[in-house]
């Protein structure tokens, strides 16, 4: 297999388009010939581990992997991210003129990669856990914080258990997602993404 082989996945109704390391004619094999759950890295928009249960996900959506970035479209317009200051447009399309279309004004101020919160509180950070919803992950919104000291290949393993036998398993989750336990019924679960730290 091509190392550099990836797969564009939209699973069901979510709206988050991930990309996984691996070639699109294995994912679609995997999906079809596996009886149990798969597993595959997430390079993007997150990174981590996607965990997918093909009886449960009712529809995956596979396509091939995206553009490299800052790659030249057919017409001659460059692709990608744009890098700016703030107040600048973010993203978009640069027409062979140099004239952007489309794109995201950045708000004014300093942008922080990390991420901070409009009234300057910084952002929590830490593995977390992505579930099915109508809104798309981000680096701002990764889904809800996993507890300190939470071992993602050990929840990897829970995970695909409890949807090969159709069982419950619980996550604690950080203080900054309001503490508690996530409780994740293996029968009905569609599919996780276990994101890596988000700092």
Known sequence: MDPQAKTRLQIGIDPTVWVVSAGQDAV????TQTVGPVTWQVVGPLEGTLVLSPRAA??????????????VH?????????ACAAGQVIGGIVSAAGQVIGGILSPPGEIKPEGV??????MPTGPAVYLPSPIPATLSLPGHLLASGSELPTTVE????AMANGTSVTLALSVASG???????????????LVL???
């Open 28 to 31: 679609a094999a995997q999906l």
């Open 58 to 71: 009712g529809s995956v959506l596979v396509l091939p992997g995206p553009p490299d970035v800052g790659g």
């Open 74 to 82: 057919p017409t001659g317009a460059t692709l990608g991210g744009i």
């Open 117 to 122: 919160h409009p009234t300057g509180v910084g």
């Open 158 to 161: 829970s995970i695909r258990a």
């Open 179 to 193: 503490g508690g336990v996530l409780v994740l019924n293996g029968a009905t679960l569609a599919f996780v993404v």
């Open 197 to 199: 730290a988000t700092a």
